[in-house]
T-cell receptor, first 117, second 114 residues
Framework: AQKITQTQPGMFVQEKEAVTLDCTYDTSDPSYGLFWYKQPSSGEMIFLIYQGSYDQQNATEGRYSLNFQKARKSANLVISASQLGDSAMYFCAMREGNLAAGNKLTFGGGTRVLVKP | EPEVTQTPSHQVTQMGQEVILRCVPISNHLYFYWYRQILGQKVEFLVSFYNNEISEKSEIFDDQFSVERPDGSNFTLKIRSTKLEDSAMYFC????????????FGPGTRLLVL
């Protein structure tokens, strides 16, 4: 089974609107971390947001928020007020186990977002 | 803002040749990682490194691969005898002691093996 599933290969969003990128994960470990990274066309990987499995509140970082639904094993990324510079590939990733067990990230297949003016 | 840097940005090599990919992690970071992304595919973990030794590696990281921290700033990935299937973008990442969960990635080295 896939550890991280991103079901939306690509999507368009109108500038200034919000967009939700889906991510579901599969783990039996009670301790894990969930991450979102942005990859612009230039290729670098930019860290956006982190959610720990024991965090009580949904993570937020500026225009990014993570809609963490533990029972559904989903960690959707919400980008509010989309900007043209948000056009990129977005990857969801997971670290299984606590940090003592290691810090290997497993990535999903990504969602390509194109923001329309 | 401090960032991870990688050199070269692009490298073309002949099959069977050795390549060394270089990374300068963020200066106060103590954990280092290599990942790769074959064109059009997922980002895959290769290896993590702490305190001058490998702490975790994937099945991809076979005897053809090695990592080293030759001095206080550089972190290198060596591929001893490159194969066509080693063509990929290679990302270095680092994380700090007190916020180890967050890995900051470099811009990547695009390796093409001919």
């Amino acid at each position: 089974a896939q550890k991280i599933t991103q079901t939306q290969p690509g999507m368009f969003v109108q500038e200034k609107e919000a967009v939700t990128l889906d991510c579901t994960y599969d783990t039996s470990d009670p301790s894990y971390g969930l991450f979102w990274y942005k990859q612009p066309s230039s290729g670098e990987m930019i860290f956006l947001i982190y959610q720990g499995s024991y965090d009580q509140q949904n993570a937020t970082e500026g225009r990014y928020s993570l809609n963490f639904q533990k029972a559904r094993k989903s960690a959707n990324l919400v980008i509010s007020a989309s900007q043209l510079g948000d056009s990129a590939m977005y990857f969801c990733a997971m670290r299984e186990g606590n940090l003592a067990a290691g810090n290997k990230l497993t990535f999903g297949g990504g969602t390509r977002v194109l923001v329309k003016p | 803002e401090p960032e991870v840097t990688q050199t070269p940005s692009h490298q073309v090599t002949q099959m069977g040749q050795e390549v060394i990919l270089r990374c300068v992690p963020i200066s106060n970071h103590l954990y280092f990682y290599w990942y790769r992304q074959i064109l059009g595919q997922k980002v895959e973990f290769l290896v993590s490194f702490y305190n001058n030794e490998i702490s975790e590696k994937s099945e991809i990281f076979d005897d053809q691969f090695s990592v080293e921290r030759p001095d206080g700033s550089n972190f290198t990935l060596k591929i001893r005898s490159t194969k066509l299937e080693d063509s990929a973008m290679y990302f270095c990442a680092s994380s700090e002691l007190n916020r180890r969960e967050t890995q900051y990635f470099g811009p990547g080295t695009r390796l093409l093996v001919l």
